[in-house]
């Protein structure tokens, strides 16, 4: 998938996609609402099993829970990684929200595994809010193109952001 400030590009079809409201950078930083350059893999992701059937896919997509959040915090061992936790003492992002934008959300390998702090944490693809509308960095898709975009993924795939 190629992606750019005007759309994305994948398996010969043209999607409108969401960036970052501080547009494309090469130089990410926490908190920049920037989308990062570069050439990313899909790891896995999450999804709302009580929303939504598990959707078509052959990435591995887990249930999110009650508890799930992910660290932004550049201080936190377990920054821009999944934790299970109640009150949480570092800054988090909620897996779990009202809004149905993560009624399925997919882990970029942006920073990540080794994520070096104030690199950039939470960097997902999932649903937009509304058309074209930014996100804090992230690629945000149309229900149907990213229910899509899921079902035609495979091992070999990739997302290149220029």
């Not at 932004?72 to 009150?87: C, E, F, Q, R, W």
């Not at 898709?141 to 990213?146: G, W």
Request: charged share 25%.
């Amino acid at each position: 998938m190629v992606v750019t400030r005007w759309g994305a590009r994948f398996m010969g079809r043209r999607l409108p996609v969401s960036i970052g409201r501080g547009g494309m950078t090469d130089n990410k930083r926490e908190g920049d609402m920037a989308t990062p350059r570069g050439v990313w893999r899909i790891v896995g992701g999450f999804y709302r099993a009580d929303r939504i059937a598990h959707p078509e896919t052959n990435l591995t997509l887990h249930p999110i829970g009650l508890r799930d959040i992910w660290s932004d915090d550049p201080i936190d061992p377990a920054y821009n990684h999944g934790v299970t936790a109640h009150d949480y003492p570092f800054s988090h992002e909620r897996l779990r929200m009202t809004a149905r934008l993560y009624d399925v959300v997919l882990i970029s390998d942006w920073n990540w595994p080794n994520a070096q702090p104030g690199k950039g944490s939470a960097i997902f693809i999932h649903q937009w809010r509304k058309p074209r509308h930014p996100t804090a960095g992230c690629l945000a898709f149309a229900p149907d193109d990213l229910r899509w975009v899921l079902s035609h993924w495979t091992a070999h795939s990739r997302i290149i952001v220029r």
